[in-house]
């Protein structure tokens, strides 16, 4: 059985002072969430602050992007896995459509961080989803496998054992249009088929989170489709309340 997992990735936002507001709002009702385990992830400059704070508490501390180069060096404006997993974190998200898009991030250059992060001993959190356009092109399997397919080259399918993947369709992203659940279950069993091609054990194991627009009214739809396990949440993680409902929808 897969233990759902609920992460929220806050992207640039926050402050000292609303770091520690939200962190000690979702602190103050995780005892309400049984099942799913819960991970944020700040900004990198907020990652110390967050890890004080988190002390002794299940919740887990993620980052969200990772250098693609293991050994530290020359790699300016760059985060090394072994700085992430010194400071606490468990997990770091990798191939976020932010970053492919807006700051042209490659496949294989996602692959090579998703290599870089388990090499540090984290936990990938692997994004991948199809844009509007190619959606309506009828192209959304396409773009998923090879998005895939690019890690599932360089580290083999059993890097995703303990991996976790986030199927994010681009359109639904901060836009309050969610896929339907229907829609998201089939890109789901779609990952989860492309995985069992290779090892059908990892495949039972991997954790396929969603991502898009994810909110406190569509969490409990979205998760009890058969191959979601858990989201990769925006916006609705920056609001304790909004956040720990989605978290006990999990
Ligand atoms: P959203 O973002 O929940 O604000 O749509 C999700 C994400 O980008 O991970």
């Known amino acids: ?48 602050q967050v890890a004080e704070l988190l002390a002794g508490s299940p919740i887990a501390l993620g980052a969200q ?18 700085m992430l997993a010194e400071l606490g974190c468990r997990y770091v998200i990798v191939g976020h459509s932010e970053r492919r898009n807006l700051y042209g ?15 540090a001993g984290l936990v990938p959190i692997l994004c991948v989803g199809e844009l509007l356009e190619e959606r309506e092109r009828g192209e959304t399997e396409a773009v998923v496998a090879r998005q895939l397919d690019a890690v599932l080259a360089l580290e083999g399918a059993a890097a995703f054992r303990d991996a976790v993947i986030a199927y994010e369709p681009v359109w639904a992203i901060g836009t309050g249009r969610t896929a339907t659940p229907e ?11 492309r995985l069992a091609v290779h090892d059908p054990g990892v495949a039972e194991a991997a954790r396929i989170l969603y991502g ?33 409902t989605i978290c006990r929808a999990a």
Not at 105 to 119: G, H, N, P, Q, Y
Not at 183 to 193: G, L, P, S
């Open 1 to 48: 059985m897969r233990r759902p997992l609920v992460a929220g990735n806050w992207k640039m936002n926050g402050s000292r002072e609303r770091v520690r507001a939200l962190v000690n709002g979702i602190q103050a009702g995780i005892g309400s969430v049984e099942r799913a385990e819960v991970a944020v992830c700040p900004p990198f400059v907020y990652i110390p």
């Open 65 to 82: 992007n990772v250098c693609d180069h293991a050994e530290e060096g020359a790699y300016t404006g760059e985060i090394a896995g072994s």
């Open 105 to 119: 991030e490659s496949d294989e250059l996602v692959a090579r961080r998703f290599a870089a992060a388990r090499k």
């Open 183 to 193: 829609q998201a279950q089939e890109v789901h069993a779609f990952i989860r088929a």
């Open 212 to 244: 898009g627009s994810v909110k406190g009214s569509n969490a409990a739809d979205l998760f009890a489709q058969p191959d979601i396990d858990g989201g990769l949440i925006g916006g609705a993680s920056l609001k304790a309340d909004e956040f720990l």
